[in-house]
């Protein structure tokens, strides 16, 4: 519930889990057609991406080793830490130590931490939050009674920052803000440029940059991936990860949170004790086999993996702007360059007996069995999040039936 300053503080009762529920339960059981799943984000539903191969062999292998049947130290094993070091290294102007690495049972539970350390370090602070973004965000906030404030994403300009907007939200009891790169649920990819505009912003207003980077490397369009943690020396980053996007496991639970501070500023303040203190007192990491894994799992994929799904991908993206666009009651400003989602804004003047995305939504499952996601679960009403990470014919199917949907309720000229 927000008040008139942007500010939330109760939990919001949606949560992307919850409303996918809801819309399941129209499905029509007659419907003898495939149902098709593009309102969540997990693409391993589909065989075309299914993880390497050499992954598996590495749980495999540290499953029989026998030697990692042991509880895992809170902060994550020493040769999974470095490892995780070494393979961010690889893209940052410096190097990270396995010192700079928490390891946590997927990018969730290092959001969980942060925002509870934040929030018990300092009970009014409060944190800034792209809008539209991630709800588990603002789920666990409200959880742990952090105060959030929502800075605008521009859809005419690539889904860039407000900064005006952004800057004018801030006071002095704002402590970080979170940036989400490669975009959900937009799929944009920022630029260099943009990043250190980002990273300048947080040291004029002298807070620290939480950077979700889960979707790291899958990009397809002109705009490379540049991590946060580059502009580390201008304001301190905490950058949040997992395997479960790149490598298309999210149920392996293996995330990870990382220092990118090569000044040394942030690692000895308040709020990092607060986290390893929470990282402690949960006592939780990701299973110790599954940690211990990271290694050879490193080691052992191969760019063509990587190569191969960014490939299905691209052409996902194509196909599901291009079949958009024939649609009349749906525009895509945006053409996604990363990520596996893209945003759509419904022309409800357009349509007969729609009266908003839930409506859509909650139709849509009814009479073509296709999941989207009603935008207002991101933070924007009467747009959809559709998941492209699909096989492509049965994206193909799906956009079909969006279209002759919108067609069937299109109003009559
Ligand atoms: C999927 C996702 C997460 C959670 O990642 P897990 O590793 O599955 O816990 C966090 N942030 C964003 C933006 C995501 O899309």
Request: charged share 20%; hydrophobic share 40%.
């Amino acid at each position: 519930m927000e008040n008139g300053n942007g500010k939330l503080k109760v939990a919001p009762a949606i949560t992307i889990r919850g409303v996918i529920a809801k819309i399941m339960q129209n499905l029509n059981k007659d419907d003898q057609r495939q149902i098709i799943p593009l309102g969540n984000g997990d693409p391993s539903a589909f065989p075309c991406f299914r993880t390497t191969l050499s992954a598996e062999d590495a749980i495999v292998d540290s499953v029989r080793s026998g030697k990692f049947n042991c509880y895992s130290p809170s902060v994550g094993i020493l040769q999974a830490r470095r490892a995780i070091a070494d393979y961010l290294s690889n893209d940052l102007p410096y190097k990270l130590s396995p010192d700079d690495v928490y390891l946590t049972i997927g990018c969730t539970q290092a959001i969980e931490v942060v925002l509870t350390a934040i929030s018990l370090s300092n009970p009014v602070a409060n944190i800034l939050l792209p809008r539209p973004g991630y709800p588990f965000y603002e789920t666990w906030a409200a959880f742990s009674n952090l105060e959030v404030r929502h800075y605008d994403l521009l859809p005419g300009q690539s889904w860039e920052v407000d900064f005006e907007d952004l800057e004018a939200l801030a006071d002095q009891n704002t402590v970080g803000m979170v940036i989400i790169n490669p975009g959900n649920p937009c799929g944009n990819v920022y630029t260099s440029q943009h990043l250190k505009k980002f990273a300048e912003m947080a040291r004029k207003l002298g807070i620290f940059v939480i950077a979700d980077e889960v979707y790291d490397h899958l990009t397809f369009a002109n705009t490379p991936f540049v991590p946060m943690g580059t502009f580390g020396s201008i304001a301190p980053v905490l950058t949040l990860g997992s395997m479960s996007k790149r490598w298309i496991v999210p149920g392996w639970r293996l995330g990870w949170m990382v220092t990118c501070d090569p000044n040394g500023k942030f690692q000895n303040s308040m709020i990092m004790k607060s986290i390893i203190e929470c990282l402690e007192i949960s006592s939780e990491a990701p299973p110790t086999f599954i940690q211990a894994a990271i290694p050879q799992i490193i080691e052992n994929t191969k760019e063509a993996f990587f190569f191969k799904v960014v490939e299905i991908l691209r052409v996902a993206a194509n196909i599901c702007f291009d079949k958009l666009n024939e649609i009349p009651c749906i525009s895509c400003p945006c053409k996604p360059e990363g990520c596996m989602f893209v945003m759509v804004k419904l022309n409800l003047l357009m349509m007969d007996d729609i009266s908003d995305d839930v409506e859509f939504s909650l139709k849509l499952a009814k009479e073509e069995s296709v999941i989207v996601l009603p935008g207002v679960t991101v933070g924007l009403k009467n747009w959809l999040r559709i998941l492209f990470a699909c096989d492509h014919s049965t994206l193909e199917d799906a956009l079909r039936r969006i279209k002759a949907f919108c067609e069937r309720h299109a109003k009559k000229q």
